[in-house]
């Protein structure tokens, strides 16, 4: 079934589109972006950590308006949503965590096991911190509900975040990390999934969730 199929007339539809790309052409689009990406992250990275003078900070802000504009002159409107083509390839540039094209995505990779669970292993730098030298716990969450939805989709459906509950056994230094998720059990359109978050000492905080199958999903 494809993404779409059967999705109401509430917007969805207009998320998840179908567009007559080849995968080659897909991936040579996300090879040209992407490292646009990479350089707009680094550039986020670099003005936090910054210590040069007041009219070096003036100077490259000249310059980054000005680039700005020159991306801006051509631009598509509104959200970016779920592209797919014919051979099943998926894509989506703008998504807050995995997003190819977005520079607030870390991005994360996510790896599913020969299991169905899944896995994600990033490194997250000083734009994700909360507490000193720690990783935000809102960010923690953000990592935890994209992964967790990847392994309730289960390969084959669309699902929704319907409950997140977290526990935080201690603070997550900044760094690598990574997240580990499985569906725990299924009951009619509700999937059950558990995760965690880790640092290389250990598991940094825990996550169940219900993921919900969408009816025109079904």
Request: proline letters at 6%; a negative charge; glycine letters at 10%.
């Amino acid at each position: 079934m494809s993404p779409a199929a059967g999705a109401p007339s509430t917007g969805y539809a207009s998320i998840f589109v179908q567009e007559d790309v080849s995968t080659a052409e897909v991936d040579r689009l996300e090879a040209v972006h992407a490292p646009l990406a990479d350089g707009v992250r680094a550039l986020v990275e670099a003005t936090i950590q910054t210590c040069v003078d007041e009219d070096e900070v003036r100077a490259v802000r000249a310059e980054v308006d000005a680039l700005v504009a020159r991306l801006r002159a051509r631009r598509t409107d509104g959200p970016a949503g779920v592209h797919y083509n014919a051979e099943g390839r998926t894509w989506s540039w703008g998504n807050a965590v995995v997003g190819e094209r977005n520079a607030i995505a870390p991005p994360l990779r996510v790896v599913r096991d020969p299991d169905d669970s899944v896995h994600a292993d990033v490194v997250l730098g000083v734009q994700y911190e909360g507490p000193p030298g720690m990783v935000h716990g809102g960010v923690g969450a953000l990592l935890l509900d994209h992964v967790m939805g990847v392994a309730a989709s289960a390969r084959k459906r669309v699902t929704f975040t319907g409950t997140l509950t977290m526990r935080y056994v201690r603070a997550t230094p900044l760094g690598p990390v990574r997240v580990e998720a499985r569906i725990d059990r299924e009951e009619g359109r509700k999937v059950f999934v558990v995760a965690t978050l880790a640092d290389p000492d250990g598991v940094t905080v825990e996550a169940e969730g219900v993921f919900i199958v969408p009816s025109w999903a079904v």
